[in-house]
C-alpha cells in the first residue's frame, strides 16, 4: 500500500493561491488515481479532485471547478493541487489518498489509509 504525506497548507487571503503536495511512498504510486479531498469542521469529509494514473483524466467537485487544478509527477512519486481564487469557504483540511480509478475516489473509496492532512485557513 501507498503512504501518502501532504504538505503545503497555511493562512491565504480570499482571492489568494496556495499549492499543496501529496509524496506517495512505493514504486506502485503511477498506477493509482489520487484524489484530493477536504474536510472542514463540523462537516463530512468531500471528494475535491481526482486525476488518473495517466495524468489525462480528471474530475473537479463544481466547487472548485475551474479554480483549482490537480496534476501529478509520476516520477517523483507527487500529486499537487493548485488552488487558486481562493474562499474562506475553501477552508479545511486537505487530504490526498489513492483510489483505483477516478471514479472510486469520486464516491470517497480509497486505497490504504488517510495521510495526517494539511490545514488550509482563508481569511475573508
Known amino acids: 500500500q501507498v503512504q501518502l504525506v ?46 488518473h494514473w495517466n495524468a489525462v483524466t480528471t474530475y473537479y467537485a463544481n466547487s472548485v471547478k475551474g479554480r483549482f487544478t490537480i496534476s501529478r509527477e509520476n516520477a517523483k512519486n507527487t500529486v499537487f493541487l493548485q488552488m487558486d481564487s481562493l474562499k474562506p469557504e475553501d477552508a479545511a483540511v486537505y487530504y490526498c489518498a489513492a483510489g483505483e480509478t477516478v471514479f472510486s475516489l469520486r464516491t470517497m473509496t480509497i486505497l490504504g489509509s488517510w495521510g495526517q492532512g494539511t490545514q488550509v485557513t482563508v481569511s475573508s
Open 6 to 51: 501532504e504538505s503545503g497548507g497555511g493562512l491565504v487571503q480570499a482571492g489568494g493561491s496556495l499549492r499543496l503536495s501529496c509524496v506517495g511512498s512505493g514504486r506502485t504510486f503511477s498506477t493509482y488515481a489520487m484524489g484530493w479531498f477536504r474536510q472542514a469542521p463540523g462537516k463530512e469529509r468531500e471528494f475535491v479532485a481526482g486525476i
